[in-house]
């Protein structure tokens, strides 16, 4: 499955499924109807989402395989890569599919806010689950879509179409709250290895070596995307992954400064930091006080 297929168009994207195209930028499907897709790996140059109703095989995202439930809506954005089980050579799809060109959206209100939607950026086995309930709302959704691809197209067209895949994508935000919520002691349990994580860094040679511990180091430790842990350290503590680590940084930076054989540049360069300075500005603005200020009062 070496072949990347390019899924730049709309069109093209319906071609492969054997459906008709009402608009040349956005389509909805009932994958019931569509015919069977081959395995293989694909490139989108489109916003797609999945509504499956069966388990349908393994697909890949990225390096993560994630195995289908009932009712999981999987969202996929322009320039990411995503495909089928290498053993599999054909699916049948089955429940839904939206897929819309970014021009749909360019001087939308939507357009203006695709990037706040974060689960475009999850990994796919971070996809939503739904409940039957949810599933119904989506279902509707998608039909209102369908109903104003099927109506003749006039002045207001855009503007519907635009609207209710917002709409949409607003209700997918509240569902992933919900299952923030629901899977609250496994994302406990995520918020402790987190903070291991930072811990084990500070105590090892990595802030010489790779400099100040990122969003995307932790988050690749646990095996999540940087956007998933992001949200849903925000979700649990109210502040940003971001802001968690420089909260460790400065409590680990207020123990170094009762050292004082030891300079604030080295200090500095032993968090991680490539210039005192930056340290200096960092420290005053969480603080209160430069790192000189806080060792005379401490």
Sequence with gaps: ?????????VSQFNNLRGQETLHPLVSILDQSKSKPVPAARFYSGLYIIFLKDIKCGEISYGRNNYDYQEGTLVFISP???????EKMRTIQPKGWAL?????????????KNIRDYNFFSYDVNEALHLSERERQIIVE????????????????????????????LNYCVRFYDRQFITRDNIHKDVLVRFEAILDDYFQSDKPHTL????????????FLSANYLGDL?????????????????????????????????????????KHPGHF??????ETGHTPNEF????
Excluded at 79 to 85: A, D, K, P, R, S
């Design 280 to 285: 200096s500005r960092m420290f005053k603005n």
């Design 233 to 273: 350290i925000k979700k649990e503590t109210g502040k940003s992954a971001q802001e968690q680590i420089q909260l460790k940084l400065m409590d680990i930076a207020k123990e170094k400064m009762f050292d004082k054989s030891k300079s604030i540049g080295e200090i500095s360069y032993d968090l991680g930091f």
């Design 141 to 168: 959704s998608f039909n209102k879509i369908l109903y104003e691809l099927e109506h003749a197209i006039d002045k207001h067209s855009k503007t519907l179409i635009v609207s209710n895949i917002e709409l949409f």
């Design 99 to 111: 897929a819309f060109h970014p021009d749909l959206i360019h001087g939308t209100s939507l357009g």
């Design 79 to 85: 320039g990411q890569v995503w495909g089928t089980e």
């Design 211 to 222: 400099g100040l511990p990122s969003v995307k180091y932790c988050a690749a430790k646990l």
């Design 1 to 9: 499955m070496d072949e990347i297929i390019k899924q730049e168009s």
């Design 295 to 298: 060792r005379s009062i401490n």
